[in-house]
């Protein structure tokens, strides 16, 4: 994230119908808005759907806004409202992305695969393909783990952003976020395993 | 302080020790742990690499013609360099 260019966003001007402001507010922030919808709806024509969204109902409320929370964490809020908006209206079948209840057990996020797959060069392990499988197995993250992953180890939140923008508990968010991690880490340790086993046949 | 650090220990500190928010004796007790227990050495040495190789990749920029749509939606044409 351009940390400075953030900070140095005036909020009255931005309230005051600035528009050059706003022109600012949309260049720090577009690329991760985009990014961020994106990686939750894996398809780039919702993720510009929930972007012109996020920025044309910031820019409708911003007098309201009252600056106790980030202008980041609070667009990334509406940004991930929309998104989860989009999921409801166009696949009704799928459970609620956000709230506290209904985490599944500790059990099911257990290491089991232990091979030491960090001695592969690095220029494999970012080749295209690999890359690709990686974002594949973000998306593969149970959606519940996967938003608190996304805005806390892609987007770079802190523990307390991300439990403001999800409005979740700090310690749901620490309890998603190790669990995605550890999932994440057994689907690279399947994909490295079979790469190294390749090497050495 | 666990007097016994095992490896259930280890998985939940395992992200405040990533993040280096672990305290300095939890960060003690988990590479004491690590030089007894070579599959918790892979589950920590892995999962270090499987977030940095999410940092690794996960800038990027705005594709121009979704940029130059969302200047034109938001009226915000003249802005666009």
């Known amino acids: 994230m351009s940390e400075n260019a953030s900070l140095s966003i005036s909020l009255p001007a931005l309230q005051a119908g600035d528009r050059a402001e706003f022109a600012r507010l949309v260049e720090v922030y577009s690329a991760q808005i985009y990014r961020l919808a994106l990686k939750i709806l894996g398809n780039t024509q919702d993720a510009e759907d929930v972007l012109q969204t996020t920025f044309l109902k910031a820019l409708q409320s911003l007098p309201a806004f009252e600056g106790r929370s980030s202008l980041s964490t609070w667009l990334y809020r509406i940004a991930v409202n929309e998104a989860l908006m989009l999921i409801r209206k166009r696949r009704p079948e799928v459970q609620v992305f956000a709230g506290d209840g209904g985490d599944d057990e500790d059990e099911d996020y257990l290491p089991v695969q232990f091979v030491d797959w960090t001695t592969i060069p690095e220029e494999a392990m970012l080749s295209s393909e690999a890359v690709t499988y990686l974002d594949q197995a973000i998306q593969r993250l149970p959606p519940k783990l996967r938003l608190v992953f996304l805005l806390r180890d892609v987007e770079g939140l802190s523990i307390r952003e991300t439990s403001e923008t999800l409005g979740l508990t700090e310690t749901a968010v620490k309890t998603r976020l190790l669990r995605a991690r550890l999932f994440l880490r057994e689907q690279l340790s399947g994909y490295y395993q079979e790469r190294l086993l390749e090497e050495n046949h | 302080m666990h007097t016994h650090f095992d490896c259930h220990n ?51 920029p705005l594709p121009d013609d979704v940029r130059e749509r969302l200047y034109k939606a938001l009226e915000l044409n003249e802005y666009l360099k």
């Open chain 2, 10 to 60: 280890l998985l939940d500190s395992l992200s405040d020790y990533l993040d280096g928010e672990a305290r300095q004796e939890l960060c003690r007790a988990i590479e004491t742990h690590m030089a007894e227990c070579p599959n918790c050495r892979v589950v920590v040495d892995t999962l270090k690499k499987t977030i940095y190789l999410v940092h690794a990749t996960a800038e990027s």
